[in-house]
């Protein structure tokens, strides 16, 4: 018998997906009139195994028009009877009937004895659902699921709630090799083994070189700090007869007027707490000054380690000029600083944490039928599951943070609560205004700058993506005024503790508006989820992974004065073998790509017109995009490879 329909079913690739029920589905189309319940069954195949799409010829089923919704049922037979149906795709077999593809996204657990009606396409206003009632049930079922809490005081809100196996191995292996002191700078440079996991990181190339500590601060792993100098700071101590010499002939002032000097400031550190293990050490709060040379590159010319200067705490300004181990040292002890800030705030607490916040208050306002629900979905993929392990197993106490930061845990932890004071959206979470906020967004200011000049035309890529969606799926203003999801999103987003997220600088200030503030706040979090953490996590391994080259953790005091030292005493500021194992285990980890580029999204949340015309948009302009970066990147030295589109995952996934 000729069948009346093709009836395709994915059921999830996620753990209890699949199930042992009696399946049912019944087709309804655009003028209402409905199927018989239809048993969904092969035999001699077991259906609905996890990850597995199942396909069912359907006969039959005469006298309908264009089908517009299904209904989904099951019952309690079999041993696991539990189901979460992603997707089901119908394709008419009929005279006169194009036989394409109609798409039922379901995405869903689907519960017994009850029925889950879906719509084609499953991508509507909350105004404009039929089912708005059943939408709104919905919610509030996801809202005891997904609940506020804050897990530090100050810190952006989470979830309320491995690889490690992994790491212990190649530690334990490691270890037996080695005792516990490095006796030489060269020593420690014999345990990375090139082709293997653990290869040479690029740090360790050329940590020495000014040309290199400058290159860190456009294209390492915290590229978002330096800025231009207008003005020397009052409490840095530098002046004109110190730093002449390596102003190519300008003065301080020149250089200072014709825009040639750029400052990295991190004396917001000055008063955090140290933390984690109890062996003498020191977190300095220092400026860096760089100058803009003839081939406009950085070259570091001045570095004060703390904020302020006391009769018990003499204050030099280092200088390139110093004793050659006295300025290594002094650039070590900035960078130790950067990294603290570089995990606590531009890593942790603004890609990971932020978005997680986010992820949340979208759960609990935004029905998964919503158009913005299935924009923004495939960017919260693996995030609130790689946080919780986050938490539970590196910023834990005495996890891996504790043993390998200088600051600890806690210490980290309140970097990220004091720079939250500060952060806004609209300003530090949108990239144009954040470069034109340091005043780095002009080429002709900062000629060589690869982290603005990779990850604008992403941004842009992105913001045309966003705007395709938004403008497809709200007419006018009264549509968003109507969209009570979107407006309970608003709410959510910037609300204090305990009721929201009380994250500062969102457009509309909790009631969006315009389309306008709506496509700036979405651009920005899918920005933050895919570029913004590529950018502050896989280049931990080149830069972490060799620690005089981008120290987490440094022994003993900073340096107070300018009395010549010895690579040996270099090497007694520097961690332990067993510390740097697993520096470069974690790093190594933490810099893996698991997932699907930008674009290429892991789950298909989007099958309406509008949305997929969007997307294949993107994949387009994404796909220039990574040509256009894989010829700038044959001319830079070193190459900047982490923000081509092809390396970006959608989601914050490790």
Request: glycine content about 6%; overall charge neutral; proline content about 7%.
């Amino acid at each position: 018998m000729k069948a009346d329909y093709l009836i395709f079913i994915k059921t999830g690739d996620r753990k209890g997906a699949g199930t042992d029920a009696n399946i049912y589905i019944a087709l309804i189309d655009k003028e209402g009139k409905k199927s018989r319940k239809i048993f969904l069954d092969c035999k001699w195949r077991n259906d609905f195994e996890q990850g597995r799409t199942d396909k069912f010829p359907v006969s039959n089923v005469p006298d309908l028009g264009e089908i517009e919704f299904i209904e989904l049922s099951r019952d309690t037979k079999g041993f696991g009877d539990s189901w979460f149906c992603d997707r089901v795709w119908i394709i008419p077999n009929q005279p006169g009937v194009e036989p394409t593809p109609i798409y039922f996204p379901v995405n869903r657990w689907v519960k017994a004895d009850g029925l889950l009606k879906i719509q084609k396409w499953d991508c509507c206003l909350p105004q404009n659902d039929v089912a708005s009632e059943t939408r709104k049930q919905e919610i509030l079922e996801k809202r005891m699921y997904y609940t506020l809490d804050q897990k530090s005081p100050g810190i952006p809100v989470q979830w309320d709630i491995v690889r490690t196996k992994g790491i212990l191995l190649i530690k334990s292996k490691m270890r037996r090799l080695t005792s516990d002191t490095w006796s030489s700078l060269k020593d420690l440079g014999n345990i990375y083994k090139k082709g293997t996991s653990l290869d040479i990181p690029m740090g360790m190339y050329r940590w020495k070189e000014d040309n290199y500590f400058g290159k860190q601060r456009v294209q390492g792993v915290n590229p978002v700090l330096v800025k231009l100098c207008t003005e020397i700071p009052s409490n840095f101590k530098v002046t004109n007869e110190m730093v002449s010499p390596f102003l190519e002939g300008f003065t301080l002032d020149e250089a200072l007027a014709k825009k040639k000097l750029f400052i990295c400031d991190l004396t917001m550190l000055e008063d955090v707490p140290l933390m984690g293990i109890p062996v003498e050490k020191e977190l300095v709060n220092p400026y860096a000054l760089f100058f803009l040379n003839k081939e406009n590159d950085l070259s570091p010319i001045a570095i004060q380690l703390f904020a302020k200067t006391t009769e018990d705490c003499p204050n030099p300004v280092f200088l390139p000029s110093d004793h050659k181990y006295v300025w290594m040292l002094a650039k070590m002890y900035y960078n130790n600083a950067d990294s603290l800030f570089h995990q606590g705030s531009t890593h942790l607490g603004f890609t990971h944490l932020i978005m997680e916040s986010v992820a949340v208050a979208a759960n609990r306002t935004l029905s998964m039928s919503h158009p913005l629900y299935r924009l923004i979905a495939p960017h919260f993929l693996f995030l609130i599951a790689i946080n919780s392990r986050a938490l539970n197993k590196l910023v834990a106490p005495g996890g891996w943070v504790d043993q390998v930061m200088t600051a600890g845990a806690g210490g980290m932890l309140s970097i990220t609560a004091k720079r939250f004071q500060s952060w806004r959206l609209d300003r530090d979470g949108t990239l144009p205004e954040e470069l034109k906020m340091r005043q780095v967004d002009d080429p002709e200011v900062l000629p060589y700058y690869p982290y603005r000049d990779d990850a604008l035309p992403i941004w842009y890529c992105i913001k045309n993506y966003v705007t395709r969606f938004v403008e497809g799926h709200y007419e006018n203003e009264k549509a968003i005024e109507d969209d009570w999801e979107l407006q309970e999103f608003s709410k959510a987003l910037v609300s204090p503790y305990p009721n929201g997220c009380n994250i500062k600088g969102i457009p509309g200030d909790g009631k969006f508006q315009t389309r306008q503030q709506i496509i700036d706040t979405f651009t920005s979090f899918v920005f933050i989820s895919s570029v913004g953490h590529a950018a502050a996590n896989f280049a931990q391994y080149d830069e972490y992974a060799f620690p005089p080259n981008y120290p987490s953790f440094m022994r003993g005091k900073a340096p107070r004065n300018k009395d010549p030292i010895t690579e040996a005493d270099i090497i007694k500021h520097l961690p332990h073998k067993a510390m740097t194992l697993d520096i470069m285990v974690v790093g190594r980890i933490l810099s893996d790509r698991g997932t699907n580029a930008l674009g290429d999204f892991e789950i298909d949340y989007i099958f309406d017109p509008i949305g997929t015309a969007a997307v294949k948009q993107f994949r387009e302009e994404l796909e220039k995009i990574s040509e256009e970066n894989t010829k700038r990147n044959e001319t830079r030295n070193p190459p900047y490879a982490y923000l081509n589109p092809m390396h970006i995952p959608n989601s914050i996934s490790i």
